[in-house]
């Protein structure tokens, strides 16, 4: 089975700032996906980035960039140029890669960050 | 918005009762997942339906059972409601049943049992 930890509860950061979130995750599987995704006060849950266990190079999207350690189990998440918009909680998520059965995701406890114009 | 809808908004039932949730699929999608958020928790996986099938369950009792139709929309019943059932109740689509797709979440039904 896996697991997903995120230890930090809630996160604060000055518009305009960077803020780094924390994720780890523990898992037998060779071959998975990690995610995090972005729930703001509305609820609506969204995709905010997507790492490939078997690709080395870490994913960046926009603002949006992680650090992905392998062999330390580790995947945060950075956020530059924060803004007010990125308020909201943060999930982090895992799943195996499957060719077909099954794709469910395992999500941590979630950080509620803020930005503080 | 990720086209993805659910109903209703909120629901409020007494214990003991049944309820069923309701998820349209975003416009070519064929799998439907359901989750359970309780309050300051991530989502739970509940189960996943690929065409009209049942593709995988999460550690649920058997009181928690779903549903796809052919336009794969899903529904998601609980029998015998508890007061540890009240949650967000997530339901995601995608393109497929496999980890290539990206799943595309509803905005919820926020669920209270009283």
């Known amino acids: 089975a896996q697991t997903v930890t995120q230890s930090q509860p809630e996160m604060s950061v000055q518009e305009a700032e960077t803020v780094t979130l924390s994720c780890t995750y523990d898992?037998?599987?060779?071959?998975?996906?990690l995610f995090w995704y972005k729930q703001p006060p509305s609820r609506q849950m969204i995709l905010v980035i997507r790492?490939?266990?078997?690709?080395?190079q870490n994913a960046t999207e926009n603002r949006f960039s992680v650090n992905f350690q392998k062999a330390a189990k580790s995947f945060s998440l950075k956020i530059s140029d924060s803004q007010l918009g990125d308020t909201a909680m943060y999930f982090c998520a895992f799943m195996k890669r499957t060719g077909g059965a099954n794709s469910k995701l395992t999500f941590g406890k979630g950080i509620t960050l803020s930005v503080r114009p | 918005e990720t086209g993805v809808t659910q109903s209703p908004t909120h629901l409020i039932k007494t214990r003991g009762q049944q309820v069923t949730l309701r998820c349209s699929s975003q416009?070519?999608?064929?799998?439907v997942s359901w989750y359970q958020q309780a309050l300051g928790q991530g989502p739970q996986f509940i189960f996943q339906?690929?065409?009209?099938?049942?593709?995988g369950r999460g550690n649920f009792p058997p009181r928690f059972s779903g549903l796809q139709f052919p336009n794969y929309s899903s529904e998601l019943n609980v029998n015998a409601l508890e007061l540890d059932d009240s949650a967000l109740y997530l339901c995601?689509?995608?393109?497929?049943?496999?980890?290539?797709?990206?799943?595309?979440f509803g905005p919820g039904t926020r669920l209270t049992v009283l």
């Open positions: 995601a689509s995608s393109r497929g049943g496999s980890s290539r797709d990206e799943q595309f």
């Open positions: 339906y690929y065409r009209e099938e049942e593709n």
């Open positions: 790492q490939e266990a078997y690709k080395q």
């Open positions: 898992t037998s599987e060779s071959n998975y996906y």
């Open positions: 416009s070519g999608h064929n799998t």
